[in-house]
């Protein structure tokens, strides 16, 4: 069964920084568009960033644009989210998932991603 594992989740101090990954096993990530979303107690879960299968170019949300950065490694088959100027209401469980088409434009929603991780919990807090 094709699997993703987010890490690298955890309580930082507003104004600092996280780098999620998201690996694979089972399959290999270049292969697929992946996409960065998040669910906040009370709010449904939103896309917060994509990288296209093969030309790795990437989309962002607004909230989060100038702050954070998606990126493939490969060779180690990760993606990672770059989190920078953390703020409180970045506070959430973010996942990653993965869908076969070749371009993301970062208005695809959770049901457009076939594969899903389980999830890893980013705090932002004083």
């Known amino acids: 069964q094709l699997q993703l594992v987010e890490s690298g989740g955890g309580l930082v101090q507003p104004g600092g920084s996280l780098r999620l990954s998201c690996a694979a096993s089972?399959?290999?990530?270049?292969?697929?568009?992946i996409g960065w979303f998040r669910k906040a107690p009370g709010k449904e879960r939103e896309g917060v960033s994509c990288?296209?299968?093969?030309?790795?170019?990437?989309n962002y949300a607004d909230s989060v644009k100038g702050r954070f950065t998606s990126s493939r490694d490969n060779a180690k088959n990760t993606v990672y989210l770059q989190m920078n100027s953390l703020k409180p209401e970045d506070t959430a469980v973010y996942y990653c998932?993965?869908?076969?088409?070749?371009?993301?434009?970062?208005?695809?929603?959770?049901?457009?991603?076939?594969?899903w991780g389980q999830g890893t919990q980013v705090t932002v807090s004083s």
């Open positions: 998932a993965a869908a076969r088409y070749y371009y993301c434009s970062g208005n695809e929603g959770p049901n457009e991603y076939t594969y």
């Open positions: 990288i296209s299968r093969n030309s790795g170019r990437t």
């Open positions: 089972k399959f290999t990530l270049d292969y697929y568009t």
